[in-house]
């Protein structure tokens, strides 16, 4: 049942009706509020200083996906600029850092689209160089890895500390880890938000978790810079183990959160040592980001449905 509705919402991130009805109800902004920390960069600058006073790090995500021209996808680079900058004139860079979907910076445009992106991003990470902070590419679906990996490669020869994300749910993300766990790189590690078909991704929950320690071992072993980016317990378990069976310390890998979920395990971990990064999404276009979340707990459908009626 909830692997079912999982799968009708992951359907419903991709699809514009649903989009304007979702969006259109007053109440769904309420909801939303719980994983998206506000509208614009004041938001988004206030939640990363709460953050640094707790102990916890953050990567900030100026929502939009999917863009569908140029001037858009120029308008979100420049956003990401300018965060930068407020970012290092507010003494906030050494806690902060992007995330950007090549997808908003162009990627998926007609003609060049890949270029395009690599240009925004560049212009991006210089931003960040800059200000003393880094990026992290957001992985998306399946038909984008290829094109962000190439991204990834040449922007690594001018930015090396340029991180990317690999996602355990797919077949080929094994060799990946082995592929990119060399000195320097930095590497989120993630399940796998989006609905792929069973010829590129496991189905089953069992088989990704299971994909994702064997991912842990790879990276753990390397010589990279691991990101754990999950809120399972039993991965979070696993990759202690691993980090202590490679004999790595704190500050040679981090862990990674969502803005609003399991919060109490954030501070617990950034009270005992752990750097924890909290992923922080901010903008107007929280749509696919939102229902994405949804997919990934009926629980939360319930608590957006409780909100519906007025309960
Ligand atoms: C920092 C960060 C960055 C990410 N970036 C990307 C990306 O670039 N590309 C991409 O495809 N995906 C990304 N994701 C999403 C990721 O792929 C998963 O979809 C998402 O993290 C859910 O998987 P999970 O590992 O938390 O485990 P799940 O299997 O979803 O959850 C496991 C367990 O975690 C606990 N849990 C989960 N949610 C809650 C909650 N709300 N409250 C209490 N307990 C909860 C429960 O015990 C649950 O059983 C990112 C996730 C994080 C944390």
Same mark, same amino acid.
């Given at each position: 049942?909830?692997? *079912?509705?999982?799968?009708?919402?992951?359907? =419903?991130?991709?699809?514009?009706?649903?989009?304007?009805? *979702?969006?259109?109800?007053? *109440?769904?902004?309420?909801?939303?509020?719980?994983?998206?920390?506000?509208?614009?960069?004041?938001?988004?600058?206030?939640?990363?200083?709460?953050?640094?006073?707790?102990?916890?790090?953050?990567?900030? !995500?100026?929502?939009?996906?999917?863009?569908?021209?140029?001037?858009?996808?120029?308008?979100?680079?420049?956003?990401?600029?300018?965060?930068? &900058?407020?970012?290092?004139?507010?003494?906030?860079?050494?806690?902060?850092?992007?995330?950007?979907?090549?997808?908003?910076? &162009?990627?998926?445009?007609? &003609?060049?689209?890949?270029?395009?992106?690599?240009?925004?991003?560049?212009?991006?990470?210089?931003?960040?160089?800059?200000?003393?902070?880094?990026?992290?590419?957001?992985?998306?679906?399946?038909?984008?890895?290829?094109?962000?990996?190439?991204?990834?490669?040449?922007?690594?020869? !001018?930015?090396?500390?340029?991180?990317?994300?690999?996602?355990?749910?797919?077949?080929?993300?094994?060799?990946?880890?082995?592929?990119?766990?060399?000195?320097?790189?930095?590497?989120?590690?993630?399940?796998?938000?989006?609905?792929?078909?069973?010829?590129?991704?496991?189905?089953?929950?069992?088989?990704?978790?299971?994909?994702?320690?064997?991912?842990?071992?790879?990276?753990?072993?390397?010589?990279?810079?691991?990101?754990?980016?999950?809120?399972?317990?039993?991965?979070?378990?696993?990759?202690?183990?691993?980090?202590?069976?490679?004999?790595?310390?704190?500050?040679?890998?981090?862990?990674?959160?969502?803005?609003?979920?399991?919060?109490?395990?954030?501070?617990? =971990?950034?009270?005992?040592?752990?750097?924890?990064?909290?992923? *922080?999404?901010?903008?107007?276009?929280?749509?696919?980001?939102?229902? #994405?979340?949804?997919?990934?707990?009926?629980?939360?459908? &319930?608590?957006?449905?409780?909100?519906?009626?007025? #309960?």
């Amino acid at each position: 049942m909830a692997a *079912v509705l999982s799968s009708l919402l992951l359907k =419903a991130s991709r699809s514009p009706l649903s989009r304007r009805a *979702v969006t259109a109800i007053p *109440v769904t902004r309420k909801v939303v509020d719980r994983f998206v920390a506000g509208e614009h960069e004041d938001a988004a600058v206030a939640a990363v200083r709460a953050l640094k006073a707790q102990g916890l790090y953050a990567t900030l !995500d100026h929502l939009g996906e999917d863009t569908t021209d140029a001037a858009q996808a120029a308008a979100i680079r420049d956003s990401y600029v300018r965060l930068l &900058g407020r970012l290092a004139a507010e003494g906030l860079a050494d806690h902060a850092e992007v995330s950007v979907k090549l997808s908003a910076l &162009g990627q998926g445009l007609p &003609g060049g689209g890949e270029q395009l992106a690599l240009e925004n991003s560049r212009a991006v990470c210089a931003a960040a160089a800059a200000a003393g902070s880094t990026v992290t590419l957001d992985m998306e679906d399946h038909t984008t890895i290829d094109s962000t990996l190439r991204v990834l490669k040449v922007l690594r020869e !001018d930015y090396p500390w340029l991180g990317a994300v690999l996602q355990s749910m797919l077949h080929r993300t094994e060799q990946d880890c082995r592929d990119l766990a060399y000195p320097g790189s930095r590497i989120r590690l993630v399940k796998g938000a989006y609905a792929e078909p069973a010829t590129v991704a496991h189905q089953d929950k069992a088989e990704v978790d299971a994909a994702y320690e064997r991912c842990l071992e790879i990276l753990m072993a390397g010589g990279g810079y691991p990101m754990v980016a999950t809120h399972d317990s039993r991965m979070i378990r696993a990759a202690r183990a691993a980090a202590g069976a490679h004999g790595r310390v704190a500050g040679d890998h981090e862990f990674q959160m969502l803005y609003g979920i399991r919060q109490d395990e954030q501070l617990k =971990a950034a009270r005992a040592g752990t750097r924890m990064r909290v992923y *922080v999404p901010f903008g107007t276009d929280w749509y696919g980001y939102f229902m #994405r979340r949804l997919a990934e707990r009926p629980a939360n459908v &319930g608590f957006f449905l409780r909100a519906l009626v007025g #309960r």
